[in-house]
């Protein structure tokens, strides 16, 4: 078992196997974990690429006692691991809180970034603002923060079961998804606060690296305009929507989404 050492003292879990076509980085979404990504991560593995996931703060195998679990955090935590592992021509994929935390990551990492993925990502905001009249409002995110902190298992059940996903998966899968999310503590939810307000519309405007963005257009947790409007924004990005697919689409449609990803990573390799 491998850990990054944060915030002074405490761990960040990871799991890396080096590859010979370069290095994808998976960032998970909110309460979850590398092991959501699974069959991801042997997808690409059969393809030759190396694989970087690791845990967010205060999820999975991390270290749960972390104080700061800002988006601005955990995208440091992606660099930090970069720079551990002295990589360089990284694909950063981030599933939806995931997509806001590899964004902030990307733009510290600038050039050693050579392709972004954002799946139902969580980015330019969760949350309308001026100008962006996409998603809930700011205090939507506090009152499901609330509710998730008053009954726990109950919320995280209903997540899976019921909040998730569009396309049928089966049981197994969706108790899969909330075992893994009962692993997370309660210092994790401020995480999920911190989407009521971030804003990361000029920060994508500024990312150069080619970018795919993955939306199911019927995501019930990140509205699908949300993803929309992150392709326009950014400045070189294909966007591909899987009909009737909901807020995970490598578990809801994954032969699908592997070839999007495939052909995307690998026009990355064309494009050098």
């Not at 440091?76 to 990589?87: K, P, S, T, Y």
């Not at 009737?244 to 578990?251: I, K, R, T, V, Y």
Request: aromatic share 8%; charged share 20%; net charge negative.
């Amino acid at each position: 078992m491998s850990y990054l050492i944060a915030d002074g003292k405490r761990r960040i879990y990871f799991e890396y196997l080096a590859g010979e076509r370069g290095t994808v980085l998976l960032s998970h979404g909110w309460g979850m974990s590398c092991r959501v990504w699974d069959d991801t991560a042997a997808f690409l593995r059969d393809l030759g690429y190396g694989v970087l996931s690791y845990d967010h703060r205060a999820c999975g195998q991390s270290d749960k006692d972390f104080g700061d679990v800002s988006i601005e955090a955990l995208g440091d935590d992606v660099v930090a691991l970069c720079d551990h592992l002295g990589l360089e021509g990284v694909v950063l994929n981030g599933w939806s809180l995931g997509g806001a935390v590899v964004v902030d990551a990307a733009s510290k990492l600038g050039r050693r970034v050579t392709g972004l993925i954002l799946t139902a990502g969580a980015t330019p905001r969760y949350t309308q603002s001026e100008g962006f009249p996409h998603g809930g409002k700011p205090e939507d995110v506090v009152a499901t923060v609330a509710a998730l902190r008053a009954n726990r298992a109950s919320f995280l059940h209903g997540l899976y079961f019921e909040g998730v996903f569009a396309t049928e998966v089966g049981a197994p899968v969706m108790q899969w998804c909330w075992q893994i999310a009962l692993q997370a503590s309660p210092a994790a939810d401020a995480a999920l606060g911190a989407l009521a307000e971030i804003d990361q519309r000029e920060m994508l405007k500024q990312l150069t690296a080619k970018a795919l963005v993955v939306i199911g257009t019927e995501d019930g947790v990140v509205a699908p305009d949300i993803g929309r409007a992150a392709a326009k924004l950014l400045p070189d990005a294909r966007l591909v929507e899987f009909a009737g697919c909901g807020h995970a689409p490598f578990l809801e449609n994954p032969a699908a989404y592997r070839d999007a990803l495939g052909q995307h990573i690998e026009s990355l390799r064309e494009k050098r």
